[in-house]
């Protein structure tokens, strides 16, 4: 999906910017592609005052990597996707805003790990050879509308600008990834201990009910 989204913003964004050149302002609305940690994606914003606009959007992530989790070594698939409502206050005469809104977030990690037999991999409070957990698999994930606050620079709908950049800096209030981990083995004790690994992966991603999202974008205003 992430390479997918990269072809048609580089297709659409030239285009919206020769358009804009060349049509009539109107001042009252604007689009943009951004980049950030919800992904990348796309949006539509238009005025609702003088000194406030409001704003609709979607993004997306798809990619794969490899990381380290309470010691065990997983193959990562990102899968986010999300869809946000902004309103954006501008305090003082300027580019600086205050932004308040909602992100409907679905966010999905999935896991993956295995070893050799003979190799012995902790998980709970247990220690196994990947011989008898065979593939050991999971999701991690995210499904919820979080409040979000945050701060900005650049005001879209400026009418001294055809096209420009802006960024966003805040916190969308998501509640904690739910973790659920399964393997192909089944020693006793395995299923209990899967149990704690996935509580303790809870746990190190507690922080992430704060979800910073930080992004900056192009915008082009008609």
């Not at 999300?82 to 999935?110: C, E, N, Y």
């Not at 600008?161 to 916190?171: C, E, L």
């Not at 969308?172 to 739910?178: E, L, Y």
Request: charged letters at 20%; aromatic letters at 10%.
């Amino acid at each position: 999906m992430g390479k997918k989204l990269i072809a048609i913003l580089s297709l659409i964004l030239p285009l919206l910017l020769a358009l804009g050149a060349g049509c009539e302002d109107s001042g009252g609305l604007a689009i943009a592609g951004k980049a950030g940690t919800l992904g990348l994606g796309g949006e539509l914003t238009t005025a609702v005052a003088s000194d406030i606009n409001a704003r609709v959007g979607f993004n997306a992530a798809d990619f794969d990597f490899d990381g380290d989790v309470s010691d065990i070594d997983y193959d990562f698939g990102l899968d986010f996707q999300s869809f946000s409502a902004l309103v954006d206050w501008f305090v003082f005469d300027g580019p600086f805003r205050i932004t308040g809104g909602l992100i409907s977030m679905d966010h999905q990690v999935d896991l993956k790990a295995g070893g050799l037999p003979g190799e012995l991999e902790g998980i709970g409070n247990g220690t196994y050879d990947w011989a008898v957990v065979g593939t050991l698999s999971g999701e991690v994930e995210v499904d919820c509308v979080a409040p979000y606050v945050g701060i900005g620079w650049g005001n879209i709908l400026d009418k001294s600008k055809r096209w420009g950049f802006y960024s966003d800096a805040g916190i969308a209030f998501t509640r904690s990834p739910d973790v659920t981990l399964s393997a192909t083995g089944t020693p006793p004790g395995l299923a209990a201990d899967l149990a704690r690994e996935s509580k303790d992966i809870e746990d190190d991603l507690e922080p992430f009910k704060f979800y910073p999202v930080l992004s900056a974008g192009l915008f082009v205003r008609f």
